[in-house]
């Protein structure tokens, strides 16, 4: 028998709409509950203790409320903050994209030097650098945090000179290294990809979190939990916890025609 509860998913804002694409595309007939919690944007500057209780917040509500079979962090901070304490306490499985990302990343490399670019936050964590170590320890990391990246993608504007400078100069221990392989740890990153690809070289490969994401709760879906069966394409909502209508058009743009009506959610205090 198939499963046709929804797919819960969050992120601070717009980052998590590339998890939410690849998992659409992988997966057409899941239905999805995306929350963009752009009322706090941005995670990656806020304190780890405050983007855990963010996490447990919204996640309560997508298994209380609307009954989701799985959540998905789709955000590098708040998994770096929450992952484990929701994997323990919450009644559904919870996949976040840092696991996944470095599996990639190990992948991808050929000459063994790799690169972690994320936020504040993200990259202050350590959670890659110990995902790293973990996995692949004979690997050479270098990490970079990169403040105003999410900044430039909220806004909408991905292929502008100014992001295009900020680039160069927070990426340069990053060229430095001589990586081959680069992990965006972050999911807004995906939509800076061809800003970053002319600052890195077209040598350098660029792995999403973002897509190895989508392919885990596929592959979970797949093996050790039933999916959906209703047959043909699943349903979306979207939901925002700021401007809902900025949301709704901007998220429109990022991620396609099927983000068309947004709802507002609002947390208690």
Known sequence: MGDDRPIGMFDSGFGGLTVARALIDLAPGEDLVYVGDTGRYPYGSRPLEEVRGFAHQISRWLVDVHDVKVVVVACNTATAAALDELQAELPVPVVGVIEPGVASLVLATRNQRVGVIGTVGTISSGAYQ????????????????????????????????????????LLAPIVEADVDALLLGCTHYPFLARTLSDVLGRDVVLVSSADETAFRVRAMLESSWAPADRGGRGRQQWFSSGDVEAFRALGARLLGPELDVASAVRWET
């Open 130 to 169: 110990r995902e790293v170590a973990a996995v692949a320890p004979h690997l050479e990391l270098t990490c970079a945090a990169c403040p105003g990246f999410v900044e430039f993608v909220e806004r909408g504007e991905t292929r502008s000179d100014q992001v295009h400078v900020l680039a160069e100069r």
